[in-house]
């Protein structure tokens, strides 16, 4: 279905260690950060992260101890566009390209490059398992150095894959999300958390935070060094204004996650969804809504179906109308302009799109609001604004970045 070849965006990964969580401690060791669009699969940009939303929302509902709604299982696809850094592993380390991934915790590898087993490499009694939304990976735990930067990690648990599915061109998956996702992961151990790496660092003494803040920025080339992802700290050379913090949401199945609360308007008064529980995520691509606010949203900018993208297609002359899109949460207000809602047009064609089409990055959750997640703030929301995953206060930071009001797209 797509007709470009892969697309790959260097981008700069940052790490620092923090003498606390608003500043960062110089110098940032910084390493490659790679955002990829992926046209080796089957799938649109929109039936891969509602096949992630789905299978998001199920998880949830089951660590909750809810009812798991009945959503259709789809087969895995492979990741679309993702944001890539190389973890070392072992002693000597082997490098893995592995997704950055806030909506899972555990961090695993051998789904490209084989696991090399090194002199610090313990194969625990345990398998691991995790089924994400577009894929799946099973095998062994093992515990092992892992070098992030200059940050290194002594007996860090991860999985190494014996099997997997949908994740052709990566290694496995850095996950920074609550360490409660772990739960229930490995057989037959007990164990009800295993320590996420931020886990880990923090507990060592390597960064004084509990932390990880990531910035993103738009990007229309295919080589530009614009990405970070700190530890431990936050980086004040990326975000404007102060931090915005948010507690995380109450409301299940969003609350499992980095869940938050907030309602989103466009223009001055048009009401598209209520204040409602949701995600903020970098492992799904587009900005997901549910489908009864989507159809506000599509009213009200006069947007089409394109069959070829799955996206929502504007003229120009309605893009040249296009308000802005405005997330309310925690009583500050968060602007997508007019620019941030669209598909970066220079790159319209890495997703099987005309080269003069007008594409929306806002989308189609898949279900109606009222079910505990009903939005994802996802990648094209973040490349406009700074994000703080905070675990020790159990809160999502936002703060916008030179990059908010940009025309980049």
């Given at each position: 279905?797509?007709?470009?070849?892969?697309?790959?965006?260097?981008?700069?990964?940052?790490?620092?260690?923090?003498?606390?969580?608003?500043?960062?401690?110089?110098?940032?060791?910084?390493?490659?950060?790679?955002?990829?669009?992926?046209?080796?699969?089957?799938?649109?940009?929109?039936?891969?992260?509602?096949?992630?939303?789905?299978?998001?929302?199920?998880?949830?509902?089951?660590?909750?101890?809810?009812?798991?709604?009945?959503?259709?299982?789809v087969p895995a696809t492979n990741e679309l566009v993702d944001y890539v850094v190389n973890v070392g592993v072992g002693t000597p380390a082997t490098t893995y390209s592995l997704l950055v991934d806030t909506g899972?915790?555990?961090?695993?590898?051998?789904?490209?490059?084989?696991?090399?087993?090194?002199?610090?490499?313990?194969?625990?009694?345990?398998?691991?398992?995790?089924?994400?939304?577009?894929?799946?990976?099973?095998?062994?735990?093992?515990?092992?150095?892992?070098?992030?930067?200059?940050?290194?990690?002594?007996?860090?648990?991860?999985?190494?894959?014996?099997?997997?599915?949908?994740?052709?061109?990566?290694?496995?998956?850095?996950?920074?999300?609550?360490?409660?996702?772990?739960?229930?992961?490995?057989?037959?151990?007990?164990?009800?958390?295993?320590?996420?790496?931020?886990?880990?660092?923090?507990?060592?003494?390597?960064?004084?935070?509990?932390?990880?803040?990531?910035?993103?920025?738009?990007?229309?080339?295919?080589?530009?060094?614009?990405?970070?992802?700190?530890?431990?700290?936050?980086?004040?050379?990326?975000?404007?204004?102060?931090?915005?913090?948010?507690?995380?949401?109450?409301?299940?199945?969003?609350?499992?996650?980095?869940?938050?609360?907030?309602?989103?308007?466009?223009?001055?008064?048009?009401?598209?969804?209520?204040?409602?529980?949701?995600?903020?995520?970098?492992?799904?691509?587009?900005?997901?809504?549910?489908?009864?606010?989507?159809?506000?949203?599509?009213?009200?900018?006069?947007?089409?179906?394109?069959?070829?993208?799955?996206?929502?297609?504007?003229?120009?002359?309605?893009?040249?109308?296009?308000?802005?899109?405005?997330?309310?949460?925690?009583?500050?207000?968060?602007?997508?302009?007019?620019?941030?809602?669209?598909?970066?047009?220079?790159?319209?064609?890495?997703?099987?799109?005309?080269?003069?089409?007008?594409?929306?990055?806002?989308?189609?959750?898949?279900?109606?609001?009222?079910?505990?997640?009903?939005?994802?703030?996802?990648?094209?929301?973040?490349?406009?604004?700074?994000?703080?995953?905070?675990?020790?206060?159990?809160?999502?930071?936002?703060?916008?970045?030179?990059?908010?009001?940009?025309?980049?797209?």
């Open positions: 279905m797509f007709s470009a070849s892969s697309l790959i965006v260097t981008l700069t990964l940052a790490l620092a260690v923090a003498a606390n969580p608003l500043l960062a401690r110089e110098p940032l060791v910084t390493l490659p950060f790679a955002k990829r669009v992926n046209v080796t699969g089957t799938s649109t940009l929109i039936q891969h992260d509602q096949a992630r939303a789905r299978g998001l929302k199920r998880l949830g509902q089951a660590r909750a101890g809810g009812v798991v709604s009945d959503a259709v299982d899972s915790s555990n961090t695993w590898v051998g789904a490209g490059k084989k696991f090399v087993k090194t002199s610090s490499s313990v194969q625990t009694k345990d398998r691991v398992s995790v089924t994400y939304g577009s894929g799946e990976f099973s095998g062994n735990e093992f515990t092992d150095t892992v070098t992030i930067g200059s940050l290194v990690i002594k007996g860090q648990s991860i999985g190494v894959a014996t099997s997997s599915q949908g994740f052709s061109g990566v290694d496995g998956i850095l996950g920074i999300g609550p360490v409660d996702l772990t739960s229930d992961t490995l057989s037959p151990d007990t164990r009800n958390t295993i320590p996420t790496v931020t886990d880990n660092l923090f507990s060592s003494g390597s960064i004084s935070e509990n932390l990880v803040a990531v910035s993103f920025e738009p990007t229309t080339s295919e080589t530009a060094a614009n990405g970070e992802l700190t530890f431990g700290g936050t980086d004040s050379s990326k975000f404007t204004g102060s931090i915005s913090f948010a507690p995380i949401t109450g409301t299940s199945p969003a609350s499992e996650f980095w869940g938050i609360d907030q309602s989103v308007t466009y223009g001055t008064n048009t009401n598209i969804l209520s204040s409602t529980a949701g995600i903020v995520d970098t492992g799904t691509t587009l900005t997901l809504l549910a489908s009864d606010a989507l159809a506000k949203y599509q009213k009200a900018t006069g947007a089409v179906n394109d069959n070829a993208t799955g996206l929502l297609k504007l003229t120009t002359a309605q893009f040249n109308n296009l308000q802005s899109l405005f997330f309310n949460i925690n009583g500050q207000q968060f602007e997508l302009t007019a620019n941030a809602q669209i598909w970066p047009r220079n790159l319209n064609t890495a997703i099987g799109g005309s080269a003069n089409s007008i594409y929306l990055i806002v989308g189609d959750l898949g279900t109606d609001s009222g079910e505990g997640l009903d939005f994802i703030n996802g990648q094209t929301f973040l490349e406009r604004f700074y994000a703080v995953f905070d675990t020790a206060n159990k809160r999502v930071g936002l703060a916008t970045t030179s990059f908010t009001q940009a025309t980049t797209n």
